[in-house]
């Protein structure tokens, strides 16, 4: 491995933590090639009437430069 770019972001989900970081992943993936690694910085979760309704991982999602 050469040089890892880390970019942030949140991903979300109406299942689990770790589904949300598998969306986090499946997004960047759309426009990112190339990814190594993925860090859960934070777990957090909206509720609504007491209940969870979604779940959110903020990560860092590190991939290969390539220039």
Do not use: C, L
């Amino acid at each position: 491995m050469g040089v890892i770019i880390i970019r942030e972001m949140v991903g979300t989900s109406p299942r689990s933590w770790s589904d949300a970081a598998r969306q986090a992943v499946a997004t960047a993936s759309k426009t990112v090639r190339n990814i190594k690694t993925i860090e859960v910085v934070k777990s957090m979760a909206r509720i609504e009437d007491g209940e969870i309704v979604e779940y959110q991982v903020e990560v860092k999602i590190g991939f290969e430069y390539e220039g």
